[in-house]
T-cell receptor, first 115, second 113 residues
Framework: NAGVTQTPKFQVLKTGQSMTLQCAQD?????MSWYRQDPGMGLRLIHY???????DQGEVPNGYNVSRSTTEDFPLRLLSAAPSQTSVYFC??????????????FGPGTRLTVL | DQQVKQNSPSLSVQEGRISILNCDYT??????FLWYKKYPAEGPTFLIS?????DKNEDGRFTVFLNKSAKHLSLHIVPSQPGDSAVYFC????????????FGQGTRLTINP
């Protein structure tokens, strides 16, 4: 099991460029999410998905799009990158059982710099 | 508005002693709390959790205490080991968003030999 994988590990963009951060998991988890980590802010939820075809917004969704066409993949799209999106991005997955709680497994992160 | 707060950015503890990391929350709807550990250049890894119906949960050297009336939880590590040096994040979830975690800012724990 590779767990949760993220690509790329590092990325530098210019303001206005677009890109997609990839996330994949091989644990057959229903729930996937994207967080960003900024200094002094902890991790903040961007978007999440409770299954293929279902996505919803988290705490800081502006400037990001997601889609979930398969159980395994949950890409995060930046349509027009801004310096405020410079951050470390983490993807996470977990098994979802309605109201039962299950730990989230995190990927290694993507460090994004927007100039 | 920070709903989950870790007011100590850093903590230094002697090897073999007890490490106590603290976390406060403001949202009374939170009913499940977790601690994650993070090493540099890696993603957070789950450490221990506690439901609001309990006031203590233990797993080996790690114990989490929950004081609902004070909206406070703490993580105790006994005895502390050099490999425990990492950033520790407290996280919380409410009934409605079972998998939507709200994280604290993190506390960097350094264990000195």
């Amino acid at each position: 099991n590779a767990g949760v994988t993220q690509t790329p590990k590092f990325q530098v963009l210019k303001t206005g460029q677009s890109m997609t951060l990839q996330c994949a998991q091989d644990m057959n988890h229903e729930y996937m999410s994207w967080y960003r980590q900024d200094p002094g802010m902890g991790l903040r939820l961007i978007h999440y998905s409770v299954g293929a075809g279902i996505t919803d917004q988290g705490e800081v969704p502006n400037g990001y799009n997601v889609s979930r066409s398969t159980t395994e993949d949950f890409p995060l799209r930046l349509l027009s990158a801004a310096p405020s999106q410079t951050s470390v991005y983490f993807c996470a997955s977990s098994s979802y059982r309605g109201a039962s709680y299950n730990e989230q497994f995190f990927g290694p992160g993507t460090r994004l710099t927007v100039l | 508005d920070q709903q989950v707060k870790q007011n100590s950015p850093s903590l230094s503890v002697q090897e073999g002693r007890i490490s106590i990391l603290n976390c406060d929350y403001t949202n009374s709807m939170f009913d499940y709390f977790l601690w994650y550990k993070k090493y540099p250049a890696e993603g957070p890894t789950f450490l221990i959790s506690i439901s609001s119906i309990k006031d203590k949960n233990e797993d080996g050297r790690f114990t989490v205490f929950l004081n609902k009336s004070a909206k406070h939880l703490s993580l105790h590590i006994v005895p502390s080991q050099p490999g425990d040096s990492a950033v520790y994040f407290c996280a919380a979830s409410d009934i409605q968003g079972a998998q939507k975690l709200v994280f604290g800012q993190g506390t960097r724990l350094t264990i000195n030999p």
